[in-house]
Each structure stands twice: as structure tokens, then as C-alpha cells.
């Protein structure tokens, strides 16, 4: 079998290929590359695998005139920019040691070894640079399958590595057959080291669950999640009753992370999974509206089009209720109307009684629809 795509025939992919092969090396495409060309996915990030040490790898690409970050020269990766493009550059590795998050390793020259310390079959996918698939573990039969199956023992990969738990889901939600649910062996696995996610840093924990609930639909995967515990173990009072409402709500629309994360609920979401200041605010002025009584319109005009729309297809999801009529086009409106009375068109008050003032005008403006103009707003007193 053979995996295709312009990333692959790119002139600064190719030449970080040649850097190595040239020199009697082997340069092998792995993991989400090869992974994603063959389901016919985006490929983003560039990986190779060589049996070249990192320091034989630095060496050969500064030869060719290509620039190299030791970016992970501890495990043996080095980043070897070319054609403007990074490409990660490892070196065939096992494990020595693990400790349930890092790995000690050591280089070998053999593929298949290096394919046993993956956690996925379908990320043990090699690929020569002129195409040609290698598969040392099988893996080929499982991405057909769009079956997410560990490498080995599913408990021994979860033990080397606790964020697997989360990939596992995560992988689901991205690649799994929704209609063959989860890896009975894997999901046990899972459940039997819950007690490993809390040796995981919230940073990575929240960045899997921004990954998982960016999938087109994560609902088959953070269902189970709920069920055997890990969904309460990193986000505490979480429930996924409503993310299935909301994803039918969605329809064809871009996935929000913030959005789905608002109808799981939950506590100090911000601390769990680390959100940034503008994630943390957005989240809690969405969860506020939802149990609010502010139409499409004035959301808005209050939160923007953006926020207003998560507010209106959460409120839908949880309260199990039809999406009102109009709603679109009414955030739009709201989203692009300015009050058209300003403080300054009110020289007789002072102080409070301005803001006070402003705030009358405002309710009777967005109550019109934001159809009042300056005269009808100030003549009404």
C-alpha cells in the first residue's frame, strides 16, 4: 500500500529525506502523517523516524544548508526546518524506563522496536519517502477499521503513559467507528488507572480536552468517559446529558470548544483545564445568559455574535427546547447596533443620574428592537 499527498513531494520535506538517505540512513514518514494521509484527513505536522543518531542527524541537515532546533535532543528528536516547514526528526527508539508520564529511552536501529513504544496501532504507521507503507504491529487493518486499539497490553501502554487515557478518547472522537464504540480491552484499561490522571499537569489535561471536544463529534467518546469515571476525575461535576442535544443544535456549524464545554458543566473549569484569561471570561459570561431571560437580539448586541449564538444553542441544548425563530438574524442585528444616545446628549444630569439615565434609554432602545433613533430615545425623557 502506498500513502500519497503533496506534503510528501514537498521540495523542503524532500530535502530533509535526502539529507539522510543520501548519506545511507534511513528517513521513514510515522505517526499522524502517515496516519492521516491514508483516511484522506489534513496533514499538518511532519514526522520522521531515522536510525540516524541525533547527532548524525544535525550534522547531515546543517551539511545541506538546513537550519536544526534541538528541540527534544534528550529523547532524541531534533527539529530540522526546510522549505520554511519544521520537521521533527526522531531517532528509533525503545523504552528503558517509564514513570507514568516520561520516558527513559534508548536507540536502536530496528523499526519495529520502535513501532512497540507507540501507544496506537494506527500511530505505528511508517512510510518510505517514496510512499510505501510499513506496518510492523498490524495497524493498517485497525485505521480501515477506524478501530483506536492500543499497542500491546493496553494496561502496560497506560501505565508507561497515564495522558493515554485521554488520547484514547480522544483518538475515538477523531478516528473511532461511532457505530463499533470503543476497544473493550482499552476501555477497561482505562478504567482500572484512573488514579494516574491525577499525576497529569492540568496544562495537558486541558489541552486534550480542547483537542477531544473540537472532534465533529465528541459525544461518542466523552460518553464513555462519564461512565467509567474519567470525565469526573478531570472535570469535576461535569455531565455530557446535554453535548448530544447541542451537537444535533450545531449542525453544520464550526465546533466551539467553549460552547460544548458550557452544557458539561461542571467546576472551576478554569483551574481544571487551565484556560486562559479570555477562555475563563467568555465561559462564564455564556453559563451566566444561559439561565437568563435575554432574547437573540440583546445578546448580541451585549456579547457579540460569537458568544450570543453559543448562549442561544446552549440554553436550547439544556432546556431541551426548539431554537427560537429568527434567532440568527436578530444576533446579527443586535450584534451590529450602537445606542445612538451618548452621555454628552444629556447636559442636564450629572453623575449617577447620567448612567442611570443611559440605562433606561438602553432597555427602551433594545426593547424596540433597536429601531429608536437619537430624537425618538431623548424625546421619550
Known sequence: MRVDGAWRRRAG??????????????????????????????????????????????????????????????????TVVSGGIPHEVTTFRH????????????????????????????????ATPEGEVIDPLGGLDDLRARRVRFVGCAEERIR???????RFFRFHAWYGDPSEGLDPEGLAACAENLDGL????????????????????????????????????????????????????EGDRPPRFLRRLAVLGGREEADALRLSRV???????????????????????????????????????????????????????GAAAVLPVRAADLPDLQGPEIGAALRRIEARWIASGFTLDRDALLGDG
Open 13 to 78: 520535506t524532500q530535502a530533509v529525506c535526502a539529507a539522510l538517505t543520501v548519506a545511507g540512513y534511513r528517513a521513514l514518514f510515522v505517526g499522524g502523517c502517515v496516519r492521516n494521509a491514508l483516511l484522506g484527513a489534513e496533514v499538518a505536522d511532519v514526522d520522521i523516524a531515522t536510525d540516524a543518531l541525533p547527532e548524525t542527524v544535525t550534522e547531515l541537515a546543517e551539511k545541506a544548508g538546513l537550519k536544526v532546533v534541538p528541540t527534544g535532543i534528550d529523547h532524541g528528536t531534533v
Open 95 to 126: 523504552d528503558i524506563d517509564t514513570d507514568g508520564r516520561h520516558a527513559t529511552v534508548s536507540y536502536t536501529t530496528d523499526p519495529a522496536e520502535d513501532a512497540a513504544r507507540r501507544d496506537f496501532t494506527m500511530n505505528a504507521l511508517y
Open 160 to 166: 508507561e503513559d497515564y495522558l493515554r487515557i485521554l
Open 198 to 249: 491525577a499525576r497529569l499537569s492540568k496544562e495537558r489535561i486541558g489541552a486534550e480536552m480542547r483537542k477531544l471536544l473540537s472532534a465533529p463529534d465528541p459525544a461518542t467518546a466523552v460518553g464513555p468517559m462519564h461512565v467509567i469515571g474519567v470525565l469526573s476525575a478531570i472535570l469535576p461535576g461535569a455531565d455530557p446529558l446535554a453535548l448530544g442535544p447541542l451537537l444535533h443544535l
Open 279 to 333: 477562555e475563563s471570561r467568555d465561559l462564564g459570561r455564556v453559563r451566566d445568559e444561559i439561565g437568563g431571560t435575554a432574547g437573540a437580539g440583546e445578546l448580541g448586541y451585549r456579547l457579540g455574535a460569537t458568544l450570543a449564538e453559543d448562549v442561544i444553542l446552549c440554553r436550547a441544548a439544556l432546556l431541551e427546547s426548539p431554537l427560537p425563530g429568527g434567532w440568527r438574524s436578530d444576533i446579527a442585528r
